[in-house]
C-alpha cells in the first residue's frame, strides 16, 4: 500500500475552473503538508497541519484553500486557477511538526499531482 | 531569502565512474537532508546530517556537511544507472523550515 497516496496524478484543466487535489496517508502521522514543485524543480511548502490544525500558511493566494477532515486526510482546493498555477504539487507527511534535527522523524513525500493549466 | 544553490544542474556520466554534487549556500542551516526524486515520483529521503564537518556514508554514497553547516556535497563511487534521478538537497533554517535547492539531475549512462 503506498504511504501517502494522492489524486489525481494528472489533471489538465482551462483557466477560472476550480479543482481538487485529495491526499490520504496511512502511516498513522500527525502532521501533514502541501509543496508545490515549479517548473525549475524547486520545492516550496505551501501549508502544513498538525492534527488537523494549520501550523504553516506560507504566503500562497488564498485562492489555495487546504482541508483537512481528519489527521490521515489533507485536501487541497484550488479556486479561479491561473496559468501560473500550473506545477506539480506533493503532499506529504511527518509523525511530528518537522523541525530539522530528528532524524527520525521523515518527511515521506507523495507521488505527485502534475497540474497544467490551459 | 535564504537559497541553496545546487551544482551542477546536470550531470550526464558512464557506469563506473565517480562523481560529486554540490549544495551551497551563504547561510547556515541547522540541518541539511539529500533527497532523490526520480520522474514520476516525489523525493526519497537519502541523508540527514546535522553537526558541521560530520560524514554519512550510505553504500557507495558519501554525504559530507560542511564545517560551517553552509554546504553539503554528495560524492557517488562507481555510479550505476540506477542512481539515475533529481538529487535534492534541502536545509533546515531558524524557522524550521525547509530550504530547498533546484537539484542535479544525473543521468548515469551503461
Known amino acids: 500500500d503506498t504511504a501517502v497516496s494522492q489524486t489525481p496524478k494528472y489533471l489538465v484543466t482551462q483557466m477560472g475552473n476550480d479543482k481538487s487535489i485529495k491526499c490520504e496517508q496511512n502511516l498513522g502521522h500527525d502532521t501533514m503538508y502541501w509543496y508545490k514543485q515549479d517548473s525549475k524543480k524547486f520545492l516550496k511548502i505551501m501549508f502544513s497541519y498538525n492534527n488537523k490544525e494549520l501550523i504553516i500558511n506560507e504566503t500562497v493566494p488564498n485562492r489555495f484553500s487546504p482541508k483537512s477532515p481528519d489527521k490521515a486526510h489533507l485536501n487541497l482546493h484550488i479556486n479561479s486557477l491561473e496559468l501560473g498555477d500550473s506545477a506539480v504539487y506533493f503532499c506529504?507527511?511527518?509523525?511530528?511538526?518537522?523541525?530539522?534535527?530528528?532524524?527520525?522523524?521523515?518527511?515521506?513525500f507523495g507521488e505527485g499531482s502534475w497540474l497544467t493549466v490551459v | 531569502t535564504q537559497l541553496l544553490e545546487q551544482s551542477p544542474q546536470f550531470l550526464s556520466i558512464q557506469e563506473g565512474e565517480n562523481l560529486t554534487v554540490y549544495c551551497n549556500s551563504s547561510?547556515?542551516?541547522?540541518?541539511l537532508q539529500w533527497y532523490r526524486q526520480e520522474p514520476g515520483e516525489g523525493p526519497v529521503l537519502l541523508v540527514t546530517?546535522?553537526?558541521g564537518g560530520e560524514v554519512k556514508k550510505l553504500k557507495r554514497l558519501t554525504f559530507q556537511f560542511g564545517d560551517a553547516r553552509k554546504d553539503s556535497s554528495l560524492h557517488i563511487t562507481a555510479a550505476q544507472t540506477g542512481d539515475t534521478g533529481l538529487y535534492l538537497c534541502a536545509g533546515a533554517d531558524s524557522n524550521y523550515q525547509l530550504i530547498w535547492g533546484a537539484g542535479t539531475k544525473l543521468i548515469i549512462k551503461p
Open positions: 547561510s547556515v542551516f541547522s540541518s
Open positions: 506529504a507527511s511527518s509523525q511530528e511538526v518537522w523541525t530539522g534535527i530528528e532524524s527520525g522523524n521523515t518527511i515521506y
Open positions: 546530517v546535522v553537526t
